[in-house]
């Protein structure tokens, strides 16, 4: 069975960087590919950064340039690099990990990234 379990969240100043992670545990093949999405309150969940296909990344308009996706070869270890944090960047951050070749998706649970001052 596939878990994903992500992490890194808090209270976290205006400016600030922290670092989010995922790890991800049980069989997944070459297949799958990871995100990062998030939800502010009252919102949709929107995608936030994201590997494709091919290992391309590909970000949000709000956080290109402030936010930075990377993983490990094995896919079992993901990171979202945020700097430059904004009040409006406040939001539960998920991780997601899905195959291109099948309908198969797993979830983490969320971390909550509160900014302010």
């Known amino acids: 069975q596939v878990q994903v379990k992500d992490s890194g969240g808090g209270l976290v100043q205006p400016g600030g960087s922290p670092r989010l992670s995922c790890a991800v545990s049980?069989?997944?093949?070459?297949?799958?590919?990871m995100g990062w999405y998030r939800q502010a309150p009252g919102e949709q969940r929107l995608l936030v950064a994201a590997?494709?296909?091919?290992?391309?990344?590909s970000y949000r308009g709000p956080v290109k340039g402030r936010f930075t996706i990377s993983r490990d070869n094995a896919n079992t270890m993901g990171y979202l690099q945020m700097d430059s944090l904004r009040p409006e960047d406040t939001a539960v951050y998920y991780c997601?990990?899905?195959?291109?070749?099948?309908?198969?998706?797993?979830w983490g649970r969320g971390t909550l990234v509160n900014i302010s001052s």
């Open positions: 049980g069989s997944i093949d070459n297949t799958f590919v």
């Open positions: 590997f494709g296909r091919s290992g391309r990344t």
């Open positions: 997601d990990v899905r195959s291109w070749s099948s309908a198969l998706e797993y």
